[in-house]
């Protein structure tokens, strides 16, 4: 069973329609990368799956269940982003716990996920600093370490990587990776880098103008992209 489902998803802001009809179904434990260019539509899309942006058309779909008015707190779901905004008066671990702290948890159950998190993600050290003692890497670890807590169904990355400098993408790319095989959870990553979708994705969904362009593996797309526009993103050059 697909565990993300996209039907004839629309989304308009004022008149304009700036995401016209998106059809996706993303496998049970899948990583599918979006790349297009920039205002092609890749961050409203993942806000709708998340919840945070309403549908103007369609059905969003997660595990079977029809999304649309479910809020993003109830779909399952843990989203990374760009800017990883930390609270900075918390320590990591803090910072880690408090969702679910906020939601009510137990004591035990917030410990053992935020010990299980930072020990993914080599946090364990760190977890008495704060965020103002932490360098640019270690703070998205714990940006991302706050969304492995929630113990997601389906991870969202909204360009995770894109403020970090060169060496310390090509790290976080491979940490992310491990996270992926080591959790298997569902995960739908945005980028404009052409390397990270190369390497991070099973399949890469090609966006142009709020519309999907093609879907394939990197190596279908890299061979065989379905024109100029696909090609100039992932496909081999000719
Ligand atoms: P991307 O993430 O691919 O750069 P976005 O999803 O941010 O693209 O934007 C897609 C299109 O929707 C752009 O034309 C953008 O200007 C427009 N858009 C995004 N958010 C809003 C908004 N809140 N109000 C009006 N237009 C928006
Ligand atoms: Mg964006």
Request: proline share 4%; charged share 30%; aromatic share 6%.
């Amino acid at each position: 069973m697909a565990d993300l489902v996209l039907q004839d998803v629309r989304k308009r802001f004022g008149k304009t329609e700036v995401i016209h009809g998106v059809d996706l179904e993303v496998k049970d434990g899948e990583f599918v990368v979006f790349v297009g260019p920039s205002g092609c539509g890749k961050s409203t899309l993942l806000r709708m799956i998340a919840g945070l942006e309403e549908v103007s058309g369609g059905d969003v779909v997660i595990g079977g269940e029809r999304m649309n008015e479910i809020t993003p707190s109830d779909r399952g779901i843990a989203m990374v982003f760009q800017s990883y905004a930390l609270y900075p008066h918390k320590d990591v671990y803090g910072n880690m716990a408090f969702a679910l702290r906020h939601a009510g948890e137990d004591k035990a159950l917030i410990d053992e996920r935020v010990r299980k998190a930072a020990d993914i993600l080599g946090l364990e050290p760190l977890l008495k600093r704060r965020p103002k003692e932490l360098s640019g890497g270690q703070r998205q670890r714990v940006a991302i370490g706050r969304a492995i807590v929630r113990d997601p169904a389906i991870f969202l990355f909204d360009e995770p990587l894109s403020n970090l400098d060169a060496a310390l993408r090509v790290q976080m790319r491979v940490e992310i990776l491990r996270l992926h095989q080591r959790l298997k959870t569902t995960m739908v990553y945005v980028t404009h880098d052409q390397v990270e979708a190369m390497t991070l994705a099973d399949r890469i969904v090609v966006l142009r103008d709020g519309r999907i362009e093609q879907v394939g593996t990197p190596l279908e797309l890299y061979h065989h992209p379905k024109n100029r526009f696909v090609a100039g993103f992932i496909g081999s050059p000719r």
